[in-house]
């Protein structure tokens, strides 16, 4: 993740644009880091104002970088549940029915 990036399949520099500033959104309304957008990029702040995380994307590859090694694991945490709350997929139920059993 760190080395490679996060493929998000964005098709467009608008769809990147928006992710990012639903991400800042999201970092500074669900927990208590603070971020800040610059141009591509978001960087992710403790309460103390000490940058610990930059997240850029570009070519729909979310790409994590490391400032500082104080608590980086929050970070990536809030990132990841900020995509897995984007892009969760719906779970599909499977209806059975009573032809299913008919080899029993």
Known sequence: MLTNGINLELTTKAQE???????????????????????????????????LVIAEIDNSVLSIIPISDDDIFESLSVILEFIYSKYKRKKKTKIVSSNDFEWI
């Open 17 to 51: 644009l928006k992710t990012l500033i639903d991400m800042h959104r999201f970092i500074n309304n669900k927990s208590h880091l603070r971020s800040y957008i610059e141009e591509t990029r978001i960087t992710i702040e403790n309460p103390y104002y000490e940058p």
